[in-house]
């Protein structure tokens, strides 16, 4: 009896101990200020809005964090209620993301074409080495750029496993709309290694929704 109640006494340090941590506005300067306040088990979530980013976030975030937009979760895409405008003149991916260990997800977030170069390394990138990633319920929407550009709308790399699940990919031409690249940059290590069936070492893209030209 004891051993059990020290055991829950511990659960519930553990749980008090995580944060949810809610950024002033959907803003670049709030929202790189509440990821940089996360520790590890916190969730940081983005509030409703639409806000043009003239540059882009980078973060390593710690094990076991969430970084969770507006959007509904029970809608493919989210709902467009968190938006992100790429007005960037950098080509750096506007949520560059490099995991760690533990769980990371990234979820409700919509990521939207303006006036922004070329994201060559994806509009969206999570790499680093987490085998828990879970990146759900986000649309990236290309079709508002102006001019048009080529830019990548996903690129997933270093070795991270988990699955992408219920996002909305909208463009005019949609080939390779997620790039995965685990290994360096044409994703060989991801190839050369065992196919590992019936393992948790896979990504699995599963229930997203593309609207374009395929």
Same mark, same amino acid.
């Given at each position: 009896? !004891?051993g059990?109640l020290?055991?829950? *006494?511990? *659960?519930?340090?553990?749980?008090?101990?995580?944060?949810?941590?809610?950024?002033? =506005?959907? *803003?670049l300067?709030?929202?790189?200020?509440?990821?940089?306040?996360?520790?590890?088990?916190?969730?940081?979530?983005?509030?409703?809005? +639409?806000? =043009?980013?003239?540059?882009?976030?980078?973060? =390593?975030?710690?094990p076991?964090?969430?970084? @969770?937009?507006?959007?509904n /979760?029970?809608?493919v895409?989210g709902?467009?209620a968190?938006?992100?405008? &790429?007005?960037?003149a !950098?080509?750096?991916? /506007?949520? &560059? @993301? !490099? +995991?760690?260990?533990?769980?990371?997800?990234?979820?409700g977030?919509?990521?939207r074409?303006? =006036?922004? #170069?070329?994201?060559?390394? %994806?509009?969206?990138?999570v %790499?680093?080495?987490?085998?828990?990633? #879970?990146? &759900?319920?986000?649309?990236?929407?290309? $079709?508002?750029?102006?001019?048009?550009?080529?830019?990548?709308?996903?690129? /997933? %790399?270093? $070795?991270i496993?988990?699955?992408?699940?219920?996002?909305?990919?909208? %463009?005019?031409?949609?080939?390779?709309?997620?790039h @995965?690249?685990?290994?360096?940059? !044409?994703?060989?290590?991801?190839?050369?290694?065992?196919?590992?069936?019936?393992?948790?070492d896979?990504?699995?893209?599963?229930?997203? #929704?593309?609207?374009?030209?395929?």
């Open positions: 009896l !004891t059990l020290a055991v829950a *006494a511990m *659960a519930q340090v553990s749980t008090a101990q995580a944060a949810t941590i809610t950024a002033s =506005s959907c *803003a300067s709030a929202v790189q200020s509440a990821v940089n306040q996360a520790a590890a088990g916190d969730t940081v979530r983005i509030p409703a809005g +639409t806000c =043009s980013w003239g540059s882009y976030l980078s973060w =390593s975030p710690p076991t964090v969430s970084l @969770i937009g507006a959007g /979760l029970s809608t895409g709902g467009d968190t938006v992100i405008v &790429d007005d960037a !950098t080509g750096a991916p /506007l949520l &560059d @993301i !490099t +995991t760690t260990s533990g769980t990371f997800r990234l979820a977030i919509t990521v074409g303006g =006036s922004g #170069r070329i994201k060559e390394g %994806g509009m969206i990138y %790499g680093g080495s987490s085998t828990q990633v #879970r990146i &759900d319920h986000n649309h990236i929407n290309k $079709t508002t750029y102006s001019p048009q550009n080529f830019s990548k709308y996903m690129v /997933l %790399g270093g $070795t496993k988990g699955v992408v699940d219920n996002n909305l990919i909208s %463009g005019g031409a949609l080939q390779g709309w997620i @995965i690249v685990n290994g360096g940059s !044409t994703g060989d290590q991801a190839w050369a290694a065992p196919t590992g069936f019936g393992g948790g896979f990504l699995f893209l599963e229930s997203n #929704r593309l609207v374009g030209q395929v």
